[in-house]
Nanobody
Framework: QVQLVESGGGLVQPGGSLRLSCAAS????????MGWYRQAPGQQRELVAT???????NYADSVKGRFTVSRNNAKNTVYLQMNSLKPEDTAVYYC?????????WGQGTQVTVSS
């Protein structure tokens, strides 16, 4: 059973930083793509950032220059460093991992950016 466990969410002031982590277990072959999606209240789930096993990254325009996605392939762990946070970044952030045959989701971690 594949399991993705997120950590690092919380409450932060505008302009602050948070680092999210997601540790995946239950698969031996690794994941081709790992990354993060988010969903704000009343909104659709949207892509935030992804990274391939080779290190190629993709970011939503709204987070470029502020967020950095990285991964440790040996540990099947993906990270999201979030800097210069804005209130509009407030959402539940979901870890995502894709193998060749299937995609997996974490349970989500709340990020709230507020004064």
């Amino acid at each position: 059973q594949v399991q993705l466990v997120e950590s690092g969410g919380g409450l932060v002031q505008p302009g602050g930083s948070l680092r999210l982590s997601c540790a995946a277990s239950g698969i031996s072959s690794g994941f081709n793509v790992m990354g993060w999606y988010r969903q704000a209240p009343g909104q659709q789930r949207e892509l935030v950032a992804t990274i391939t096993s080779g290190g190629t990254t993709n970011y939503a325009d709204s987070v470029k220059g502020r967020f950095t996605v990285s991964r440790n392939n040996a540990k099947n762990t993906v990270y999201l460093q979030m800097n210069s946070l804005k209130p509009e970044d407030t959402a539940v952030y979901y870890c995502y991992a894709a193998a060749l045959w299937r995609s997996y989701w974490g349970q989500g971690t709340q990020v709230t950016v507020s004064s």
